[in-house]
Nanobody, 124 residues
Framework: QVQLVESGGKLVQAGGSLRLSCAAS????????MGWFRQAPGKEREFVAA????????YYASSVKGRFTISRDNAKNTVYLQMNSLKPEDTAVYYC?????????????????WGQGTQVTVSS
């Protein structure tokens, strides 16, 4: 199991940028694919981005492609989500999650470890 703690969420104006971090503990982090998901009030949790265990491969939801970038630093046990050109519809609680088998996925059910979430609010 991997323990995950997100940080970096805050209130930002539309068009602004924000970088979220997810600090991981546990021996399996470097072998895990990692993902970011988000959940807005009254909506289901949705996939945002994922990255393979090596960092070579990435996968994005169409709604964020070209604006968000996922990356990881296995030496620091940390995964990042750089968010640019933020829109009010990006407002949500953002969660990072670990997929222990190392497979790139956008399905929440494939991720076995989840953080507590960090709030991102984008004002218009």
């Amino acid at each position: 199991q991997v323990q995950l703690v997100e940080s970096g969420g805050k209130l930002v104006q539309a068009g602004g940028s924000l970088r979220l971090s997810c600090a991981a503990s546990g021996r399996t982090f470097s072998r895990s694919a990692m993902g970011w998901f988000r959940q807005a009030p009254g909506k289901e949790r949705e996939f945002v981005a994922a990255i393979s265990w090596s960092g070579v491969s990435t996968y994005y939801a169409s709604s964020v492609k070209g604006r968000f970038t996922i990356s990881r630093d296995n030496a620091k046990n940390t995964v990042y989500l750089q968010m640019n050109s933020l829109k009010p519809e990006d407002t949500a609680v953002y969660y990072c999650a670990a997929e222990p088998d190392g497979y790139l996925s956008g399905r929440p059910g494939d991720f076995s470890s989840w953080g507590q979430g960090t709030q991102v609010t984008v004002s218009s």
